[in-house]
């Protein structure tokens, strides 16, 4: 009561809300809360966003800024968003900018790609934008007759020197015909709004306002509650589905993660923002919200079976994937995230734990929260294997090194990156479960990766501490000795994982085959009609032949001098269509020699390729029958018993 009374003296007396005042029976007069009121709207940022114009996919914004730096005010916007490490220049999508003070227009300069300064004005500022908006995406701003959906990173205006007020955001209703019966979806918290979510939200700082997307027009909106924690899912472009199944495992997985975590949630309400496509795919998370992006056939049917399909088991991995992140990334963080630094690259060698680790535990969630069966998720653990085995850039790119360099080549991948690059979130994944199993098969199964994710999570998420990697191998260090050993070398070197020999103690065999087709993705065993042989390559079909996309280095077509973007038209003198490429393969014998007519730009080239025998990169895993390893399967899965 005494600190409360002492901080209400203070400049920063009108954070305290009235209902705060009355409940602890505080005297606050009236004269000072009415100056400190208007004193809060002084310094509180304010943004108008309207909709005017979707056929053109323009969103217009007006900032207020009741008090502008004497020495002219300067505007910035991010080059990139949180979670999505790239530099993408929003401000690129802005057409038109102006600033005016009491009726005035002023002069704006540029200062740099994503800078303005306005002139030195003793008067409020007003500055007005429009904002291209046309990215189908989780990362940026889209706006058509059909819906609006931005991310605040993409579409407001920063104000230098002012980060850290207040920012308030309203959202005007729009009004054409187009517009009627469209609904507000944010996690944002709203102050006045109405019974549609038009109105106004206010967020404590400015990194705050573009941490919660938001998603405008019409949607179903299916609300349920976890632990007492309320939870919204709202799905845009869905045509019909099972409701109610996607409640009830969505529920589940939120569950299963919060009882993880063995704490209350850390934010206070969640919105999943899920939008379906016909192709696309993607997710990004938020503090208390996450964007998804899924193609309609994700969503399950009415008829729905208990073991879910393959598409409906990726949009649950993804939501399962976003949600942990609520935890892993978005409070548990890397140091160098603190604060985020928006306009240039921060780079960071721990992205194989905030994503690998998460990619690891989704689907592990899945079976944990009872939506998938051991049999279900060993063939997700086998097809995320194959994935590994199929990207030979391990052999080139260290985990660290992937993550560091995430914004100049995970991101930016070309036709070499197949050959030299790792993917920090499938090797990272699969880091996680080798650390796992080393952890459980060390303490003779009574600690694991759980244990150091409860660990930082408390010392470090739950307190707002991030960390480096220092950190994790310390925390390694106190539960394990020896084991951050075991990480460094898997992080830090280009070795194989010991994936084989882990499993394998922990009751599940781990088997190896050639790939059947170009559509067998691994997880089950295969039949005797595999391809035997292979040509070291990846292509697509088009019209008259195949486009070389990937060459494998020392691969057969590598050896026989074709480049990726050569184009075959004959194998042995046949049309080249992926099912004659199939055909003739499946005819053929090691160290034979095929015959190719292709085009490099318009040159033809006729080369004999000698083909090579196929490399074992497809996996599938079975669990063990014998009883003396279902307490270890148990110790790793945390499964029911219900689900074996």
Known sequence: MAILAGYAATEEAHQIHPFVVRKLNLHYPKRLWCRTRQKARMQTLHYYLSFQQPTRHIFEVKLHIAKPDPQGQVLWMPNWIPGSYMIRDFSRHITKLTARASEQELVVEKLAKNRWRCPPVSMALEITYLIYAWDMSVRGAHFDLNHAYFNGAALFLAVQGYENLPHCLYLERPQAAWGQGWQVATSLPDVLVDAAGFGRYEASHYADLIDHPVEVGRFNRLSFDVLGCKHALVVSGAGDFNAERLISDVQRICTAQIRFFKDAPPFLHYVFLLQMVDSGYGGLEHASSCSLLATRECLPGRDEPQEPSDA??????????????????????????????????????????????????????????????????????????????RQPGWQWQSLVDASFDAWTKYYRQDENSLNVQTSYYVQGSLVALCLNLYLLQQSRQSLSLDNLMLWLWRTYGVVGRGIAMADVMQALCYLQRGSEDFLKTMVTQCQPLPLDELLTRQGMKYSRRVRESRQDMGGVPGTSSGLNVSLGGQWQAREGGLSLTHVYYDGALEQAGLSVGDFIMAIQGRRATESVCEAILRGCRVGEALVIHAFRRDELMVVDVILQESSMDTCYLTRSHDKKFEGRLRAWLGDQPANA
């Open 312 to 389: 409906y088991t990726q949009l649950l991995g993804l939501i399962s994937h976003e949600y942990f992140h609520a935890w892993n990334v978005k409070r548990l963080r890397p140091a160098v995230f603190e604060p985020y630094a928006l306009e240039h690259e921060v780079h960071t060698p721990l992205l194989w734990f905030f994503e690998g680790v998460t990619s690891y535990y989704d689907d592990l969630f899945l079976l944990r929260a009872g939506c998938i069966s051991r049999q279900h998720y060993g063939c997700l653990l086998g097809q995320q294997i194959t994935r590994y085995l």
